[in-house]
């Protein structure tokens, strides 16, 4: 055991600043909170966006458009991709976990079949939607369509 090599134990000192315990500790007075201003009063809690008084960005910039709330947002599949699932996996019965088992779409997703890609076999399909193209398509291959 060396005098140099004397250290606390573990836990036994604190890390952190300890502020506000008078003049005498260096850290009095002001508390590192500097003189006046809203940093330097007990309650102040800066809102999200605040720059200082100068304009928020947010406030700046040109808003435009239209945001429909009422908007159904639908994940397109193409006949290419269920042509490719009937090559590759003998699928014929098409609906929502097949297509979320197949990694196409997560499982609460709306689907809407297009009619990108050419079907060359015969398939039922049930989803949320389909274009008219597509639906006249799979029923072109003797097919079957049905809406949930």
């Known amino acids: 055991m060396k005098l140099e090599a004397l250290k606390p134990a573990k836990g036994s000192t604190k890390s952190k600043k300890v502020i506000g315990r008078g003049s005498g500790s260096g850290l009095g ?3 590192t909170r500097g003189h ?3 940093k330097s009063r007990s309650g102040y809690s800066k809102k999200i966006g605040f720059e200082g008084g100068q304009m928020p960005l947010q406030r700046r910039i040109p808003k435009f458009g239209f945001k429909n709330i009422n908007r159904v947002e639908y994940k397109a599949i193409n006949l290419s991709d269920i042509q490719n699932l ?3 996996k003998q699928i014929t019965d098409f609906d929502t976990t097949v297509f979320a088992n197949n990694g196409l779409s997560s499982k609460n997703e ?3 079949v297009l009619a990108k890609g050419t079907l060359s076999s015969k398939v ?3 989803v949320h939607a389909f274009s008219n193209k ?3 398509m799979i029923e072109a291959q003797g097919g079957t369509i ?3």
């Open 124 to 126: 039922t399909v049930k």
């Open 86 to 88: 009937v090559d590759k």
């Open 29 to 31: 007075g002001t508390s």
């Open 110 to 112: 709306l689907i809407k």
């Open 146 to 148: 049905e809406k949930i």
């Open 36 to 38: 006046k201003g809203a």
């Open 134 to 136: 597509a639906k006249e």
